[in-house]
């Protein structure tokens, strides 16, 4: 069962007309994120730098290869989810990554983000979905464990966030046990 929203939030697809309120949320964000992204371009905080982003992803989206939503509070964007290295074949996985806005922590939003993501992944007819998490993102680590992942390993300099090679907890939870 997919956990719900609270009232007054949604998850939708994102779309092109979200630029600027993307924009908002993460330039609204860069203290609360930063220890968990990449380092970013100036140009990544602005209305034109995400239209440029949300092409992308709507260009995977379109594909087949990628799934992203927005969560939306009011007219705010108040977080992201996404499912990311689509790959079908004998594989049938994704990789998935969420944020929520500082201000809106501790509501259920990033459990419910994630529960949508997977009753996507399940649509779109993937085996599993995987996560990582940095070793000391212990929140992010329950999100994970609540939504029936498991830990299957760690690994050693996984990806370059806040401007270093960082370890990460792998997760992943496995939709079905199907044939092809």
């Known amino acids: 069962m997919t956990p719900t929203l609270p009232p007054g939030y ?25 220890p968990w992204d990449p380092v970013r371009s100036a140009s990544f905080y602005t209305a034109t730098g995400q239209e440029v982003v949300l092409a992308q992803q ?13 969560i939306t509070h009011a007219d705010q964007v108040v977080g992201r989810v996404n499912l990311n290295n689509l790959v079908m074949g004998v ?5 998935l990554g969420y944020w929520v806005d500082h201000a809106h922590t501790r509501r259920g939003l990033a459990a419910a983000g994630v529960g949508h993501a997977v009753a996507a ?6 085996h599993r979905v995987e ?7 212990e929140a992010s680590q329950r999100v994970l ?8 390993g760690t690994a050693a300099s996984f990806l370059f966030v806040a401007g270093a090679w960082q370890d990460h907890h792998l997760f992943q939870r496995i939709l079905h046990d199907r044939p092809l």
């Open 58 to 70: 709507l260009s995977l989206m379109d594909a087949g290869l990628g799934g992203s939503w927005v």
């Open 145 to 152: 464990r609540s939504a029936g992942f498991e830990h299957y």
């Open 131 to 137: 996560a990582g998490t940095m070793l000391h993102n």
């Open 91 to 95: 594989l049938r996985s994704a990789s």
């Open 10 to 34: 949604e998850i939708r697809p994102v779309v092109t007309d979200d630029a600027a309120a993307v924009a908002a949320a993460y330039d609204r964000n860069r203290a609360h994120l930063a």
């Open 121 to 126: 992944a399940v649509d779109l007819g993937l």
